[in-house]
Nanobody, 123 residues
Framework: QVQVVESGGGLVQPGGSLRLSCSAS????????VDWYRQAPGKQRDLVAG???????NYADFVKGRFTISRDNAKNTVYLQMNSLQPEDTAVYYC?????????????????WGQGTQVTVSS
């Protein structure tokens, strides 16, 4: 079985920083891509940033220059460094991992969501 777990959320003052982690564990061959999303109360879930196994990275316009996504392949972990946080960044942050694994003796590719981690930016 595979687990995808986010951590690192919390309460921070405007202008502050947090680092979120998205860790995958279990019978994994590889983590091929990870995307971070966020969802504020009453709003849709928006893509924040993503990273692919080949190193390609993308950011939503609203976080460019403030957030940095990176990965540690040895730990099957992707990080989201968030700087210059503002109240409008308040949301539950989720990661979605595209994972290669063996099932029934066959290599397959599967998508897993974490449970989310709350980020609150407030003075």
């Amino acid at each position: 079985q595979v687990q995808v777990v986010e951590s690192g959320g919390g309460l921070v003052q405007p202008g502050g920083s947090l680092r979120l982690s998205c860790s995958a564990s279990g019978s994994i061959v590889s983590v091929d891509a990870v995307d971070w999303y966020r969802q504020a109360p009453g709003k849709q879930r928006d893509l924040v940033a993503g990273i692919r196994s080949g190193g390609r990275i993308n950011y939503a316009d609203f976080v460019k220059g403030r957030f940095t996504i990176s990965r540690d392949n040895a730990k099957n972990t992707v990080y989201l460094q968030m700087n210059s946080l503002q109240p409008e960044d308040t949301a539950v942050y989720y990661c979605n991992a595209e994972i290669s694994m063996i099932r029934a003796a066959m290599l397959g590719h599967y998508s897993y969501w974490g449970q989310g981690t709350q980020v609150t930016v407030s003075s």
